[in-house]
């Protein structure tokens, strides 16, 4: 059974920083891409971050770029997102989702296998 459980949410102050951890389990292929998605209230899911398991790139939306860093340990199979100055408008439910095969950029929210159950990231200004 695939699951995907995210950690480090919670509430840090507009510049402040914080790290999310998705700690996978029960893949049985070695070509996918594991990473993150948000939803802010009112708004449309965004692919935020991913990683490729095979290669290690990683892709970015625009909006996190140079502030947010994704990065793996396939020893301990958790996979994280940096988040370093933290704005109001970063403030959503971020999933940690995995999408097989391997990647090019950031897929469509319909492209995923498997979502986890979200934490809550809120930026106060």
């Known amino acids: 059974e695939v699951q995907l459980v995210e950690s480090g949410g919670g509430l840090v102050q507009a510049g402040g920083s914080l790290r999310l951890s998705c700690a996978y389990s029960g893949f049985t292929f070695d070509d996918y891409a594991i990473g993150w998605f948000r939803q802010a209230p009112g708004k449309e899911r965004e692919g935020v971050s991913l990683i490729n398991f095979s290669d290690g790139r990683t892709y970015y939306a625009d909006s996190v770029k140079g502030r947010f860093t994704i990065s793996s340990d396939n020893a301990k199979k958790t996979v994280y997102l940096q988040m370093n100055s933290l704005k109001p408008e970063d403030t959503a439910v971020y999933y940690c989702?995995?999408?097989?095969?391997?990647?090019?950029?950031?897929?469509?929210?319909?492209?995923?296998?498997?979502w986890g159950q979200g934490t809550q990231v809120t930026v106060s200004s």
């Open positions: 989702v995995q999408v097989p095969g391997v990647i090019a950029g950031i897929p469509g929210q319909d492209e995923y296998d498997y």
